[in-house]
């Protein structure tokens, strides 16, 4: 994972409710642990054609919304089965957040655990936020703000824990071997009474 603090870029619009992860990367696709090269898969059904055209009407195909890497869902965004694929595909794919009035919470755990960050806002700001795909917005992980060109600021729920992992670029693995050494004089002083 990489560590980051803060993202700005104009975002990606995708409407749609109840997006689940089939939608999101395709049980055929899930038999690879490598996650380099998912991306390609991301929305497969959606992005080509039957014949492995591009299917034009899909936004992540269209030219202006090339390099964003914020994407504005409809309500239940990664609901159904559970599979780390889904925010795989999504970050290979350039994403680093996904705003939406409802995220499923397994794939919110997915994602955190894979340098993804899901922020949930009340519906009537998501609209507002679809509204305007093209606005550069700027999330800032360490106050925990969504920021519009226009002074709005969105206020959004991040654990602790969650949010020193993406500054850190960790998961919860990463974060425990970085405090190998006062874990050890721990359990020297534990072991020494």
């Known amino acids: 994972m990489t560590a980051f603090a803060s ?20 049980a055929r696709f899930l038999s690879t642990t ?13 992005r080509w054609r039957e014949d492995g055209a591009p299917n034009p009407a899909f936004a992540f195909n269209q030219a ?4 964003r890497e914020i994407l504005i869902a409809g309500r239940n965004f990664g609901c159904g089965s559970s599979r780390e694929h889904a925010p795989w595909a999504l ?3 350039g994403l680093r957040a996904i705003v939406s009035s409802e995220i499923a919470d397994i794939f ?12 949930v806002l009340p519906e009537a ?14 999330i800032d992980i360490v106050a925990r703000q969504l920021r519009t060109p226009g002074g ?4 959004f729920p991040l654990d602790a824990f969650a949010r020193t992992c993406l500054l850190e670029g960790v998961d919860e693995m990463g974060y425990l071997l970085a405090r ?10 534990h072991h020494a009474r």
Request: aromatic content about 4%; overall charge negative; charged content about 30%.
């Open 125 to 138: 700001d998501v609209q507002a936020l679809m509204a305007r795909p093209d606005d550069v917005l700027e």
């Open 7 to 26: 993202i700005v870029s104009a975002s990606v619009v995708l409407g749609e409710t109840n997006i689940d992860t089939d939608q999101i990367i395709p």
């Open 91 to 93: 970050r290979d794919l």
């Open 180 to 189: 190998d050494a006062d874990i050890q004089r721990y359990e020297e002083r």
């Open 34 to 46: 490598e996650r380099k090269g998912l991306g390609r898969y991301a929305f497969n059904d959606w």
């Open 64 to 67: 202006h919304n090339a390099g």
């Open 108 to 119: 919110r755990g997915n994602a955190l655990k894979n340098g993804l960050l899901p922020i």
């Open 152 to 155: 709005t600021v969105h206020a």
